[in-house]
Structures are given as C-alpha cells and as structure tokens.
C-alpha cells in the first residue's frame, strides 16, 4: 500500500514559488518525510527531510502539518532546471543500525513554464 | 569528488548471459543499495547491504545476488538475465540509514 499520495503532475511559471503537495495520512510517529528529485532519468537527488516542525535548506522548504498528515515542498524560486519528478517519501530514520530502502511511488511530474 | 559510480552505463545483453554491475562510492558510507526503476515507475529496492560483509533482500530480489566485499564496492550479479530485467539500475549509498541517500547516474540494461 502506498503511504503517500501526490498529484501525477504540476505546472508552475518560471521565477514563481512551486508548492508540491504530499498527503501521508497514515504516518507514524517515528516516520518522517522525505523528498526526492528526478531530473531526466538522472539519479534521484535529495532535498529536503523533517520529522515535525518545519525546514529549509538552500534548496527548498519543508511545512508539515501539525497533524503531520499532510506535507507541502516548497521551491521559493523555480527555475527551467526544476522541471523534474519530485518524490514524497515516508520512513522510519534509522540513527542507529538499522535500515531499509526509501519506497518511490510515481511522484509529481513538475514542469515549470518559462 | 565523484561520489558514486556506476560501470557501465549502457550494456545489452541476450537472454540467459550473466553479468556483474559494480557500484563504488568514495565518501566512506556505511549502507548501500541497488534499485531498479521501469518506465514510467519510480525506483523499486533489490538489495541493500548495512556494512562490508552484509547484504539484505529488498523488495524485487529474485534474479539477481549482490556482494559487498570491501566498504566501498557492492556488486550487483545477474546469473541467468531475461526480458523482464530490462530497466535502468540506481546504486545509491547513504552514512546512516536514515540520512540523505547519494545515486549514481544509473545503468541502462537491455536483455534480448
């Protein structure tokens, strides 16, 4: 069962704020959200993760819902090089020895507009 | 910096040849992990491996073994290739399970 659900695709105009969305109802407590990128069957690329409160990095923030149920990426500024698939992924953060892989679903095609 | 390689990036091969896939990382990581990704799909797990010496089964393993026999090497083997393992494959390293995962730019395998 996919834990997470995203739009199969997004437009957004050049130099305009992206938002992704990415429902995760069914989130644990120990689970976080992770975000991934694909551009042109590159290697995906990581941006971006958080447990509870809300992030930014250089690339992109993070606002998770108080619920935690719901998620929302944020690219401030898009340029054409974001155009790319983006992937909202759940999993538990290993710290210690554990691990398992990350689980792609189809993510959200985001094509940005010049 | 090269982070992680993968050889070769394109190779074909015919039905029933093996071949061996070699993912190296420079960045002294602890986990490994081999994925395929088909058209249209995201990545699917195959095998992972959580130090030097240990490997694990993902989620579509039958098919193919793996090997990690020094830190920064880990071999992805196809004994018996067939149609249905035509994809790309993603080798990726992280330091700690849950921390940020490094790809490489994937091998295109065709099997006839």
């Known amino acids: 069962d996919a834990k997470t659900t995203q739009p199969p695709s997004m437009d957004c105009a050049e130099g305009r704020a992206a938002n992704l969305p990415c429902n995760h109802s069914?989130?644990?407590?120990?689970?976080?959200v992770y975000w991934y990128r694909q551009i042109h069957s590159q290697g995906p690329q990581y941006i971006i993760h958080?447990?509870?409160n809300n992030e930014t990095n250089e690339m992109a923030s993070l606002i998770i819902t108080e619920d935690r149920k719901s998620s929302t990426l944020i690219l401030p500024h898009a340029t054409l090089r974001d155009t790319a698939v983006y992937y909202c992924i759940v999993r538990v953060f290993y710290s210690g020895g554990g691990a398992d892989g990350l689980t792609f679903g189809k993510g959200t095609h985001l094509i940005i507009q010049p | 910096n090269a982070g992680v390689t993968q050889t070769p990036k394109f190779r074909v091969l015919k039905t029933g040849q093996s071949m061996t896939l070699l993912c190296a990382q420079d960045m002294n990581h602890e986990y490994m992990y081999w994925y395929r990704q088909d058209p249209g799909m995201g990545l699917r797990l195959i095998h992972y491996s959580v130090g030097e010496g240990t490997t694990a089964k993902g989620e579509v393993p039958d098919g193919y073994n793996v090997s990690r026999l020094k830190k920064q090497n880990f071999l992805l083997g196809l004994e018996s290739a067939a149609p249905s393992q035509t994809s790309v494959y993603f080798c990726?390293?992280?330091?700690?399970?849950?921390?940020?995962?490094?790809f490489g730019q994937g091998t295109r395998l065709t099997v006839v």
């Open positions: 069914t989130i644990s407590g120990n689970e976080y």
């Open positions: 990726a390293s992280s330091y700690r399970g849950g921390t940020e995962a490094f």
């Open positions: 958080g447990l509870k």
